[in-house]
C-alpha cells in the first residue's frame, strides 16, 4: 500500500510539473504576443503597415532613415515567418495544455493508474532480468574471438605472401 501511495504521489508531482511548465509556456506567449504588437505599433508609426498584404507604404523625407521598397518586403517576409511561428507556437501549447488535462483526469479516475503502473514495472523487470541474464553469459558467446583473430591474421599473412612471392610448385 505504500508503494501505492508513493507512486500516486510521484504521480501527482509529474502532473503539477507539467502544469507548471505550460503555465510557464503560456505566460511567455502573453509576451511574445506582446512584443508582436508593440513591434506592429512600432512599425504603423513610421508610417507602415508590414502586416497588411494590400497595404501602402507612405514614404518619409527623413533622408538615410526611410527605408527602401526591398527592405520592408523582407521585414514583411520575416513578420510573416514570425507570425506563422507565434500561431504554431499557440497550438502547440493549446496541446500540451489539453494533455495535462487528459493526464489529470486519468490520474484522478482510480485505481486503474495504479495496475497499469504495476503491470509496466513487472514487463521492465522481467526485460531486465532477461538482458542481465543474457550479458552474464557473455564470455560464452566472446570466448573465441581471440582465436578468430589469430586465424584470420594467419589467412591474410598466406595470401600476402601469395601475392608478393607467387605460388611455387614442387614435385
Do not use: C
Not at 2 to 8: A, D, G, K, P, Q
Not at 35 to 41: M, P, S
Not at 118 to 139: G, P
Request: overall charge negative; glycine content about 6%.
Amino acid at each position: 500500500m505504500e508503494l501505492f501511495s508513493i507512486r500516486i504521489r510521484r504521480t501527482f508531482q509529474l502532473v503539477s510539473t507539467l502544469k507548471g511548465l505550460t503555465n510557464d509556456a503560456v505566460a511567455k506567449q502573453d509576451e511574445a504576443k506582446q512584443l508582436y504588437e508593440a513591434f506592429r505599433q512600432s512599425a504603423g508609426d513610421m508610417g507602415f503597415d508590414v502586416f497588411s498584404p494590400d497595404s501602402t507604404r507612405e514614404t518619409s523625407q527623413k533622408g538615410i532613415a526611410t527605408a527602401s521598397q526591398d527592405s520592408v518586403d523582407e521585414n514583411n517576409g520575416r513578420l510573416a515567418v514570425m507570425q506563422g511561428h507565434t500561431y504554431s507556437i499557440n497550438e502547440n501549447v493549446n496541446r500540451m495544455a489539453n494533455g495535462i488535462d487528459s493526464l489529470l483526469n486519468y490520474a484522478s479516475s482510480g485505481l486503474s493508474l495504479t495496475t497499469d503502473i504495476e503491470r509496466t514495472a513487472k514487463a521492465i523487470e522481467s526485460q531486465s532480468r532477461d538482458a542481465l541474464n543474457h550479458l552474464a553469459n557473455i564470455d560464452s558467446y566472446t570466448s573465441n574471438l581471440v582465436e578468430m583473430r589469430e586465424y584470420m591474421y594467419a589467412v591474410k599473412n598466406g595470401i600476402d605472401t601469395l601475392n608478393t612471392k607467387g605460388l611455387t610448385l614442387k614435385r
